[in-house]
C-alpha cells in the first residue's frame, strides 16, 4: 500500500521568497508522483507529476520539484512566491500498478504568502 | 477547454435521504474517478470506472453506489444520509491509459442537515 506525508500543516513565506512544500512517499513498486493545488471551494488544479525520467520536473505557474528516490522524496518548489499562491497543496501518489486516477493524497498544506 | 463538469454544484439533504451526484467527464475521456474529501481532510478514492465498468474500489460505504453510463458521465447515489456524509465530492477523468494524470471537477458540497 502507498503512503504520502506531508510533514507540514502551513507553510508562511513573504512574497518574493523562495517556497518549499515537503512531501515524502512510500510506495511497494515505482512511484508516480503529483502535485495539486486546491483555492478555496474550488477544485483540485494538476500542477507537476513525476512519471520517469529528469528528476527535476517543471510544471504549471512556475512550480518545480525534485525527485529523490533515496530520500523517498519529491518536495514542491517556487523560486518566488506571489501572494496568489497562497492556496492548500496536495502532494499525491500512484503506485504504477494502479489506475491513473487512483491516488493517495497526503493530509495536505497550507501555503500562505504575505506581501 | 473543456474540463469536468460536476452538477449539482452544492445539494443540501436531510438525514436518511437520497442524492445523486452527476460527473461529465472531459470529452474522450473514458475513465471516471470519485473522491471524497471531508472537511479539513484529503481527498479519498472511493470508485472509479474504466469504459462503463469498476475498475477499482476504495473506501466506499456500502449505502453508496455508482456507475457509467454509455456516454461516459457517471452518478453516484448516496441512500440513507448521514451527517458525517457532508463532505465535497470530486471527480475527475482521464483518457484510460494514454493518459498520466487526472483532471479533476470543481466538486460538489453536499451538506446532510
Known amino acids: 500500500a502507498q503512503s504520502v506525508a506531508q510533514p507540514e500543516d502551513q507553510v508562511n513565506v513573504a512574497e518574493g521568497n523562495p517556497l518549499t512544500v515537503k512531501c515524502t512517499y512510500s510506495?511497494?513498486?515505482?512511484?508516480?508522483l503529483f502535485w495539486y493545488v486546491q483555492y478555496p471551494n474550488r477544485g483540485l488544479q494538476f500542477l507537476l507529476k513525476?512519471?520517469?525520467?529528469?528528476?527535476l520536473v517543471k510544471g504549471s505557474y512556475g512550480f518545480e520539484a525534485e525527485f529523490n528516490k533515496s530520500q523517498t522524496s519529491f518536495h514542491l518548489k517556487k523560486p518566488s512566491a506571489l501572494v496568489s499562491d497562497s492556496a492548500l497543496y496536495f502532494c499525491?501518489?500512484?503506485?504504477?500498478?494502479?489506475?491513473?486516477?487512483?491516488?493517495?493524497f497526503g493530509a495536505g498544506t497550507q501555503v500562505v504568502v504575505t506581501p | 477547454a473543456a474540463g469536468v463538469i460536476q452538477s449539482p454544484r452544492h445539494l443540501i439533504k436531510e438525514k436518511r435521504e437520497t442524492a445523486t451526484l452527476k460527473c461529465y467527464p472531459i470529452?474522450?475521456?473514458?475513465?471516471v474517478y470519485w473522491y471524497q474529501q471531508g472537511p479539513g481532510q484529503d481527498p479519498q478514492f472511493l470508485i472509479s470506472?474504466?469504459?462503463?465498468?469498476?475498475?477499482d474500489k476504495g473506501s466506499i460505504p456500502d449505502r453508496f453506489s455508482a456507475q457509467q453510463f454509455s456516454d461516459y458521465h457517471s452518478e453516484l447515489n448516496m441512500s440513507s444520509l448521514e451527517l458525517g456524509d457532508s463532505a465535497l465530492y470530486f471527480c475527475?477523468?482521464?483518457?484510460?491509459?494514454?493518459?498520466?494524470?487526472?483532471?479533476f471537477g470543481q466538486g460538489t458540497r453536499l451538506t446532510v442537515v
Open positions: 470506472f474504466y469504459e462503463k465498468m469498476q475498475s
Open positions: 475527475a477523468s482521464s483518457p484510460g491509459t494514454r493518459g498520466t494524470e487526472a483532471f
Open positions: 510506495v511497494s513498486g515505482n512511484p508516480y
Open positions: 470529452p474522450r475521456h473514458d475513465t
Open positions: 499525491a501518489v500512484r503506485d504504477s500498478t494502479d489506475s491513473w486516477g487512483k491516488l493517495q
Open positions: 513525476y512519471i520517469t525520467g529528469d528528476n
